[in-house]
């Protein structure tokens, strides 16, 4: 258990509506990760962070953005919600493990249905 | 482009019997690997971490085996239980000079154990 929690776990919006899912820890960890999972293509990230205020761009970015406003929160926010964006959302956190290096812990996801 | 494959997509087999998943990755330069374990509606779990220099590592009834010259992986799974049905997913870290990783995501053997 690395303490992420994710919320909400599930939702479903209408399309064009803004959606944030939040991601809270509780270790003090610098990097925070949001990946969108569908079938089909696996865990795929959409954005990181590696502190508060700093953030990069994942490989699935589009019609994503994230902020870090401090150590313990990064929050995930759709736009616009499009009915592509329907799918699990995990976030992760990056830790250091001893004998076993950087481990990627994830939390329990997030369901959104975009209809 | 870095790519990881993993075979088979599913797998069943009967309360008991061992098996074996294989991890084919195309990743450079090579960092580790990972196998999760991830259970239906949850978010994954790390099971093992494979470094280049190591060729067998257990945890438990899991061993992982690595072979760098081939850039193959296999989790095998002895004495299946019924818990052992989950998604078991592959993943391979690069890091470049700079110290800069990257994670390629494998899409997952999905592994049914029925009684």
């Known amino acids: 258990d690395a303490g992420i929690t994710q919320s909400p776990r599930h939702k479903v919006t209408e399309t064009g509506t803004p959606v944030t899912l939040r991601c809270h820890q509780t270790?003090?960890?610098?990097?925070m990760y949001w990946y969108r999972q569908d079938p089909g293509h696996g865990l795929r990230l959409i954005h990181y962070?590696?502190?508060?205020?700093?953030?990069d761009k994942g490989e699935v970015s589009d019609g994503y953005s994230v902020s870090r406003s401090k150590t313990e929160d990064f929050l995930l926010t759709l736009e616009s919600a499009t009915s592509s964006q329907t799918s699990v959302y995990f976030c992760?956190?990056?830790?250091?493990?001893?004998?076993?290096?950087?481990?990627?812990?994830f939390g329990e996801g997030s369901w959104l249905t975009v209809v | 482009k870095n790519q990881v494959e993993q075979s088979p997509q599913s797998l069943i087999i009967l309360e008991g019997k061992n098996c074996t998943l294989q991890c084919n990755y195309t990743v450079s330069p090579f960092s580790n690997l990972r196998w999760y374990k991830q259970d239906t509606g949850r978010g994954p779990v790390s099971l093992t971490i494979?470094?280049?220099?190591?060729n067998t590592k257990s945890n438990g009834r899991y061993t992982a085996t690595l072979d760098a010259d081939t850039k193959q992986s296999s989790l095998h799974i002895t004495a299946s239980q019924l818990s052992d049905s989950a998604s078991y997913i592959c993943?391979?870290?690069?890091?470049?000079?700079?110290?800069?990783?990257?994670?390629?995501f494998g899409k997952g053997t999905m592994l049914l154990v029925s009684p």
């Open positions: 992760a956190i990056r830790r250091q493990d001893s004998g076993s290096g950087n481990t990627i812990y």
């Open positions: 993943v391979v870290s690069a890091t470049n000079r700079s110290g800069y990783s990257t994670l390629t």
């Open positions: 962070s590696y502190g508060v205020k700093d953030t």
């Open positions: 494979m470094t280049f220099s190591e």
């Open positions: 270790e003090n960890h610098r990097y």
